[in-house]
C-alpha cells in the first residue's frame, strides 16, 4: 500500500492564536529542586490538565504541553526536552505520521507520570506531572534504552507503574520498565521479546511495522498490532503478563478476520475481551477474544471478530473511546475526517457519523479526555500543524470548538515544528480527591436543607454527594 502524495501536500496552517511557548531543558541540564517550567505567559483561566505530544525532531525531541481548559479549549505553554532525538520512518512520499504510530507519548493521572519515545536515539523518557499545573513537568532520572530500535508505542498499565515499549526498528519487540520515582524507568527481568520482523531502522512503511501497544482491560495481557504487507494481512502479538511483570516467552499470533490488512492502533471495548482496531486498508476491524479464550487468555479463533469497510477511507490509523457518549473515534490522514463508530453487546460496529476536519490537514493522533460531565476529542492535524478540538456532546453530536495553531507560538518561542514529524496525543486530567458524605442524600435535598454550599460539593451520577478535599 502507498499513501497517496495529496495526503502529503503542503497547507498553510490555521490561523488560530495561542499564546506563545516557554521552553526548557530537560533536568539533566538543571537544578533537581527547580519548579518545571515557568510559563512565558499566563495559564488562560483555571487548567483541568494537560494534552501533550512530540516533536519528533532529529536535532532534538521536545513534549509540547497544553493546557486543558474547563470548556475543553486548550492553550500552549511549554515545551520540555526530552532527553533524546526524534527520527523519521523510510516512506515515500515523506509526510506526516513519521513514526507509523499511535502512543508515542503516554500519560497516566494514577501514576503521574508522562513517558515518551526518542526515536532516533532508541530511548525512552519518563517525566512527573505536576499535579497542580499539569504542563509542569520533570524528567525523572535519565532517558533509558528501549531495549530496540526505533520505539513507536508506549503502553501503561492501570496502576501507573509500568511502561511497555514497542520497538519497530531492525532490532524489534516489546520491552518492559518499572516507574522508580527516583532512577526513573528499571527493565523488568524476562520483559525483552522479539516480533521477528525484517525489519530496518529508521522503520520502512507504512506497511509491515509495528503501531501500536496496549495493555488488556484487565491488565494480563500485553498486545501490540503489526500492519500487513497487502495481500498479506497483519496481525495482533499477545503476550501474556504474569503476576511479577514478565511476559510470556512467544507472543500468540492474532489474525484479523477476512478482509482485515493492515492492523494499526488498538482500543479496548470495555467489558468485552474484545478490541477494535482502525485498518489503514479497509476501516476497522474488531478482535473478539472472549470467545475464544482459555483461562482468560486472547487466542486466535473466529468468535465475533469482523473487518469492516469505511466507504471512501483512505488511511484510517487512529482510535479514541468516549466513556460519556460510549462510541469509538477514528482519524482518517488521508480525508482528514474523523469517523464515529458505534459497537453494539455483540460487538457488531456501526458508522455514527463522520466529521471532515478540512481537506489536506493531515488528522493523525488522537485522544479523548473527561472535562466534568463532558468529553473532548483532541486531534493532531500535522500537516495543517494545528489541533482540532470537538465536543463530544453526545452519540452523533460531535462539534468542533477550536482550531489550535501550533506553529505559530513555537515559531515565537524558538522551537522548531516540522509538520512531517509532529507526532503523538496524550491527556492528562486533575485527580479529584473526594468523599462521600450524607450517603443516599441527593445533592439538591442537602442544597435545600441548607446544607451545603454550590462551589464546595458536586455529585456523581447515582445523586450521592461528594466534598472536595
Avoid at 309 to 329: H, K, L, M, R
Wanted: charged share 15%.
Amino acid at each position: 500500500m502507498k499513501l497517496s502524495a495529496a495526503v502529503f501536500s503542503a497547507l498553510l496552517f490555521s490561523t488560530a492564536s495561542a499564546g506563545p511557548l516557554s521552553r526548557r531543558q530537560s533536568n539533566q541540564t538543571q537544578n533537581q529542586n527547580q519548579r518545571a517550567g515557568t510559563p512565558m505567559s499566563p495559564a488562560r483561566g483555571s487548567a483541568v490538565g494537560a494534552a501533550y505530544f512530540i516533536s519528533n525532531e532529529p536535532t532534538g525531541n521536545q513534549i509540547i504541553a497544553a493546557d486543558i481548559g474547563t470548556d475543553g479549549k486548550l492553550t500552549l505553554r511549554r515545551a520540555v526536552d526530552a532527553g533524546g532525538l526524534g527520527a523519521h520512518g523510510n516512506t515515500d512520499p515523506n509526510g506526516p505520521d513519521p513514526l507509523f504510530s499511535q502512543g508515542a507519548i503516554k500519560a497516566s493521572s494514577s501514576g503521574n507520570i508522562v513517558a515518551t519515545v526518542n526515536a532516533g536515539s532508541n530511548t525512552l523518557a519518563v517525566f512527573k506531572v505536576n499535579p497542580n499545573d499539569p504542563t509542569a513537568i520533570t524528567m525523572i532520572g535519565k532517558p533509558v534504552g528501549s531495549g530496540g530500535e526505533f520505539p513507536v508505542s508506549l503502553a501503561i498499565n492501570k496502576a501507573g507503574d509500568t511502561v511497555c515499549s514497542l520497538n519497530g526498528g531492525a532490532v524489534n519487540g516489546v520491552n518492559c520498565f518499572k516507574v522508580d520515582q527516583h532512577k526513573g524507568l528499571v527493565p523488568i527481568a524476562n520483559t525483552a521479546r522479539s516480533l521477528k520482523l525484517n525489519q530496518t531502522t529508521p522503520a520502512t512503511g507504512p506497511p509491515g511495522t509495528a503501531s501500536h501497544i496496549v495493555f488488556s482491560e484487565d491488565n494480563k495481557q500485553l498486545i501490540a498490532s503489526i500492519k500487513g504487507i497487502p495481500p498479506q494481512p497483519g496481525f495482533l502479538a499477545v503476550f501474556d503478563v504474569a503476576s511479577d511483570g514478565s511476559l510470556s516467552q512467544d507472543f500468540q499470533s492474532v489474525a484479523p478476520a477476512k478482509g482485515g490488512l493492515l492492523p494499526f492502533s488498538l482500543t479496548v471495548i470495555p467489558g468485552k475481551n474484545a478490541v477494535l482496531a482502525t485498518d489503514a486498508g479497509l476501516g476497522f476491524d474488531i478482535f473478539d477474544f472472549a470467545r475464544n479464550a482459555g483461562a482468560g487468555n486472547a487466542i486466535a479463533g473466529a468468535g465475533r471478530s469482523s473487518a469492516v469497510a469505511i466507504d471512501g477511507q483512505v488511511a484510517t490509523c487512529w482510535s479514541s473511546f468516549s466513556p460519556e457518549t460510549q462510541n469509538f473515534y477514528l482519524t482518517d490522514i488521508g480525508t482528514a475526517t474523523v469517523t464515529e463508530i458505534s459497537v453494539d453487546n455483540n460487538l457488531k460496529g456501526t458508522i455514527v457519523k463522520q466529521y471532515p476536519q478540512g481537506q489536506g490537514s493531515g488528522t493523525i493522533d488522537n485522544d479523548i479526555a473527561t472535562v466534568g460531565n463532558n468529553d473532548f476529542m483532541y486531534v493532531l492535524s500535522a500537516n495543517a500543524t494545528r489541533i482540532d478540538v470537538l465536543s463530544l456532546n453526545a452519540p452523533g453530536k460531535a462539534r468542533n470548538i477550536q482550531k489550535l495553531d501550533i506553529a505559530g507560538p513555537a515559531r515565537a518561542s524558538g522551537v522548531k515544528i516540522d509538520g512531517n514529524n509532529l507526532q503523538g496525543m496524550t491527556t492528562f486530567i486533575k485527580k479529584r480527591v473526594l468523599h462521600t458524605l450524607w450517603p443516599g442524600k441527593t445533592y439538591r435535598e442537602l442544597q435545600n436543607a441548607g446544607l451545603v454550599q454550590e462551589e464546595r460539593f458536586a455529585k456523581d451520577r447515582r445523586g450521592k454527594v461528594y466534598r472536595h478535599l
